[in-house]
């Protein structure tokens, strides 16, 4: 008789290995030269490797094996995996490729394709991904989604982010037009910000063949993950001209009259999974400045800064986002005000201010220095009477005394700057000449005199040899707003036809992708491209000759700088403070949760009690329903009145909340032609905020005697004002009353 065949338990289909696929490369030169020696993905984020972050996110999510595209500095990537398994353990099993040969990611998968590894539905992503979700519950989604529709090709996964949000594409509008019940991707098209044809485009009615209706999303960011099927290598291997997933795969494919295949996406929203919904991509120093901030107020939770995921690190989390390692020395008269994480051993002396920064591991500022937005790797030193604004500065970077460095500039490692040295904005220095032009300046050891503006710093070709100081050392690597950098010989007087138009905004746009430069940085003009994150107000004019009427007039240059940052922050902390409550709206949040968002957002950001007045009430009046104000106005004041509470604790709080509630009726009815439902909104507001306790009866009383004889009132202003006789005559009588039943008791009782 034949020995019986083992079936394993209860004859299960063996599991498909989870494989994912690790695109190292970028393609583009916005970290030189910061990654000249060292690959994008070891540099430091937070003070973290950026492809620590992403192999945990692949760990957790339970991927095991990870195929990582390496096609520069691989035996540095290698060192550093050996270390990483040392330390974990227990990982993925990891294979390092090499990719010599590709020039773009479709050069990566035509090589995927080769290889012929990859057995099943794999993982694509980049190297460069910050994420807390759990990436399992989207492959599942995929599998099981692949059995409904069998031409399922690929499942992008999509980050919904409010328009204005620091984390939005500052570069291109990206619209996807969506099956509503499904998220298949029926279309997708993408704009440069500021081209002629941005504002109107073709879409194909071939969407409405299958389909009712059709949702269109522009408020997608794309993370850099997908989903994706054993068949996505062989359409790059079949269309050599696929050099990317979006603008060449996705299009292609969407647009095509011979393939089938159908696109799906996965959209991370707040109520996604518990697990998280944030994940994206440092595809540039402007999004490593926005994903760091991002990671240091805690929007990225569990992955934090004193999550401590590397094994030698214990930082604390102090009040107002400062996170601090192990011997971490502070002078007594140092200013260390938020947002900002300090490396192990680091050293500040007295005078110093050190705000919304990320300084790593030994590093000194010393006496009287400003570090302001900027980032700062291991074994940096600032000398005295320094300024370092909105700039990354490599390992081992010195700053000798009086060395200013004006925003958004990148100096390599082992640089060596000053004294007196003053660096344009949006300098690139590197200790070494650029490989491709060895005909750069060397700009070291001449006497140091410097004084040049942004436009200047347009085009360093004229950069005098004395910048870097007398005992500096380094090279010039162009500027991070220079279009010859980019595109070539331009010229500024483009011809009129569409592809050199496309070509003059496609090297604008490239510039944005760069930490602290803005749209007039670029000469982009167009009043409906967002311009996020602020300028700061061109910080580094706080050392220009520009700021001598303010020296002057006896304002401190350094409190200029001050102010500029504090108005960011608030700016920062009203967008931040309308979009979490109306996550806690639209969400049905309770509103224990929404209070305890904004205490923790509160403390971020260090905002007072007036600005969260201003900001609850700016969202209230967003909420309002004009078509029937007394119900509306009823239900969000019964719902919502608790979060008033925390603000509204004492007369001269509540006086004030008086003002915010007019200010903005005053300012919605210079928007809106009728008048008299703004009149009746102010009064309803007022009336149910006074049932509900949130202001008192003399608070509106002191209020409204302080608005009568305000003398710079506007017509809407005094028409608000007096729209609350009624309410105060009641009021007053209410008072008349209650003083005569008083007296009636008193004489009854004698």
């Known amino acids: 008789m034949a020995p019986k065949q083992k079936t394993g338990g209860n004859t299960e289909k063996a599991k498909e290995v989870i494989q994912a696929v690790v695109i190292v490369e970028s393609f583009d030169e916005y970290f030189q030269p910061l990654s000249y020696n060292i690959p994008r993905c070891l540099l430091p984020i937070c003070n973290v490797p950026m492809l620590e972050y992403t192999l945990e996110f692949m760990a957790t999510s339970g991927v095991q094996e990870v195929y990582l595209f390496c096609k520069s500095h691989m035996e540095k990537i290698k060192e550093y995996l050996k270390g ?28 995927v394709y080769r290889m012929a590894q990859i057995s099943g539905h794999f993982i694509l992503c980049s190297a460069n991904v910050v994420s807390n979700i759990n990436l399992m519950r989207v492959y599942e989604e995929h599998i099981k989604r ?68 059709v949702e269109v999303r522009s408020d997608l960011l794309d993370t850099c993950i997908a989903i994706c099927s054993k068949d996505v290598p062989q359409f790059f291997e079949d269309n050599f ?38 994940a994206a991509g440092v595809t540039g120093t402007a999004a490593y400045d926005i994903i760091s901030r991002d990671i240091i107020s805690r929007w990225v939770y569990p992955v934090c800064v004193d999550s401590n995921i590397l094994p030698d690190t214990d930082y604390k989390q102090d009040p107002e986002s400062v996170y601090k390692d192990s011997g971490v020395v502070l002078a007594r008269q140092c200013w260390i005000e938020k947002n900002i994480v300090l490396g192990k051993n680091t050293h500040i002396e007295k005078g110093s201010r050190i705000r919304h920064s990320v300084l790593g591991d030994n590093c000194v500022v ?39 460095i004006g925003r958004g500039c990148m100096i390599g490692d082992n640089v060596i700057l000053g004294p007196n040295a003053t660096i344009p904005p949006f300098t690139r220095i590197a200790a070494v000449k650029k490989p491709e032009e060895f005909e750069d300046l060397d700009l070291g050891t001449a006497s140091p005199s410097l004084s040049q503006d942004d436009n200047d710093a347009k085009s360093l070709t004229n950069v005098p040899t004395s910048v870097v100081g007398v005992q500096g050392r380094g090279f010039l690597w162009g500027s991070t707003t220079n279009y010859k950098d980019v595109d070539g010989d331009r010229e500024d007087d483009y011809d009129s036809e569409e592809s050199d138009n496309m070509e003059y905004f496609e090297a604008q746009n490239y510039c944005l992708n760069y930490m602290a430069v803005t749209m007039k940085d670029v000469d982009l003009k167009e009043a409906d491209i967002l311009d996020y994150p602020p300028s700061d107000d061109d910080l580094e004019s706080e050392y220009s000759e520009d700021a001598s009427d303010d020296v002057d007039s006896g304002i401190p240059i350094n409190d200029l700088a001050i102010s500029d940052a504090a108005k960011q922050n608030e700016d920062e902390y009203m967008m931040e403070a309308v979009e979490t409550l109306d996550r806690a709206h639209n969400n049905k949040h309770e509103v224990s949760t929404a209070l305890l968002e904004l205490k923790s957002l509160r403390m971020a950001h260090n905002a007072s009690p007036e600005l969260q007045r201003l900001a609850l009430m700016r969202w209230f009046a967003t909420k309002i329903d004009w078509n029937n104000l007394n119900k509306s106005i009823k239900a969000l004041v019964d719902k919502w009145n608790p979060l008033f509470e925390p603000v509204t604790d004492g007369d001269e709080a509540q006086i004030h909340m008086m003002w915010v509630v007019e200010q903005c009726c005053a300012n919605i009815a210079a928007d809106r032609s009728d008048t008299k439902s703004v009149r009746m909104a102010f009064q309803l507001i007022v009336r149910y905020l006074f049932d509900a306790e949130i202001i008192s009866e003399d608070a509106i009383l002191e209020w409204f005697d302080e608005a009568k004889d305000k003398p710079d009132s506007s017509g809407i202003d005094v028409t608000l004002i007096n729209s609350l006789q009624g309410l105060i005559d009641y009021l007053q009588s209410s008072d008349e009353e209650s003083e005569e039943d008083t007296d009636s008791e008193d004489e009854d009782s004698e």
């Open 146 to 213: 692949q059995a409904r529709d069998p031409a399922q090709i690929i499942t992008l996964v999509l980050m919904e982010v409010s328009q204005g949000h620091r984390i939005e594409s500052r570069t291109e509008n990206a619209y996807y037009f969506l099956h509503p019940q499904t998220n298949q991707i029926l279309h997708h098209h993408t704009e440069l910000k500021g081209s002629k044809s941005e504002d109107n485009f073709p879409a194909p009615l071939e969407m409405f063949a299958t389909v009712k209706e």
């Open 84 to 111: 990483y398994i040392k330390r974990k353990g227990k990982v993925p099993l990891i294979s390092v490729c090499n990719a010599n040969s590709s020039l773009s990611v479709g050069d990566v998968l035509r090589d």
């Open 366 to 404: 010393k006496s009287d220095s400003i570090v302001q937005g900027s980032y700062l790797f291991s074994n940096t030193s600032v000398g005295k009477g320094c300024s370092v604004l909105r700039s990354i500065l490599g390992f081992g970077v010195q700053l000798l005394d009086n060395v200013k």
């Open 241 to 278: 001209d696929y050099q990317c997933i979006r603008n060449d795969f996705v299009k292609g494919v969407l647009h095509s009259d011979i393939y089938v295949e159908t696109m799906y996406a996965h959209i991370l929203q707040d109520t996604s999974f518990k697990e998280g919904c944030y």
